[in-house]
């Protein structure tokens, strides 16, 4: 047998209780700071949560040209975002890194060559979240890359060959918003009621109807859904993280919907859960 299919077999993490895979909507950065029904439902999340031995987060910040997951062993907290108050910018989530989890994703994956990133960290799209569900940052957590050269099939598949490790107690993160049109913002209707654009409401329900549904080609072929899709997913970035959760899903898997609601007109907080 390869030496690498003995990798596949035998990596630092032994099998563990089944996790599962979650998509979050993120929305602003400060959530992160914030007390909101969102935030509410992450933390519910975390405590209805298996504990898990690491955490695999695929965050819509994190575009590079081929696809690298961070493999330090103490990933710096990224602020990638302007304009905001200096508490937000205080913020440190000083969770672990993972290099054997890197290590052995990198050896999971056959569908194309992965780097070993040192420069990284974790960057809003993950620990805006994650200090939600595990604010002690104790659990190591690793990213992985969005390769924006590959198309919407391509990163479907990719995630399928990281199916082993949730059954390794890893929790793999998709990390981005469904509908994400910060050109359309109605600024003056962030606050206050819900409230969403015919086309982001159109979108939203039929990406949720198509999840609910399992009709997960269609999802796949989000460019080709007409205008309503176009205006919801205008650059692929925060859509394609929900490619991964779908792509890991199991057929006996439960489907939980969370955060269901507009933000501003045109973002959507809607969050997939499978377990």
């Not at 563990?16 to 519910?44: C, R, W, Y």
């Not at 672990?96 to 990198?106: D, F, M, N, W, Y």
């Not at 990284?120 to 939600?132: A, E, F, I, N, Q």
């Not at 060959?161 to 949730?166: G, I, K, T």
Request: hydrophobic share 40%.
């Amino acid at each position: 047998m390869h030496l690498k299919a003995l990798n596949k077999l035998s990596g630092s993490f032994s099998n563990a209780q089944k996790m599962p895979v979650l998509f979050l909507g993120h929305g602003s950065p400060l959530n992160a700071i914030e007390e909101n029904t969102f935030v509410a439902n992450f933390k519910k999340i975390g405590k209805e949560t298996p504990k898990p031995k690491a955490i695999l987060c695929i965050s819509a910040h994190w575009e590079t040209k081929g696809t690298y997951v961070t493999a330090m062993k103490k990933p710096k907290t990224i602020h990638d975002f302007g304009g905001f108050p200096q508490a937000l910018f205080d913020v440190q989530y000083p969770a672990p890194g993972s290099p054997s989890l890197a290590r052995e994703t990198k050896d999971l994956i056959t569908k194309t060559k992965i780097g070993l990133d040192k420069n990284w960290g974790l960057d809003h799209g993950t620990w805006s979240v994650v200090k939600h569900l595990y604010p002690n940052a104790e659990i190591p957590t690793i990213q992985m890359s969005l390769d924006y050269t590959k198309s919407p099939k391509h990163h479907f598949e990719l995630a399928k060959e990281l199916s082993q490790l949730r059954q390794k107690g890893v929790l793999i993160i998709g990390s981005g918003n469904m509908v994400h049109n910060l050109g359309k913002v109605a600024w003056d209707k962030l606050k206050g009621e819900p409230f969403a654009f015919d086309w982001a409401m159109e979108a939203n329900e039929k990406i949720k109807s198509w999840i609910l549904n399992g009709d997960f080609q269609n999802l796949i072929n989000f460019k080709k859904q007409g205008k309503a899709f176009d205006l919801a997913i205008p650059t692929p970035e925060h859509y394609l993280p929900l490619l991964y959760a779908l792509a890991l899903k199991h057929d006996r898997d439960k489907t939980s919907l969370f955060n269901d609601q507009p933000v501003g007109g045109s973002l959507s907080m809607t969050s997939v859960k499978f377990d």
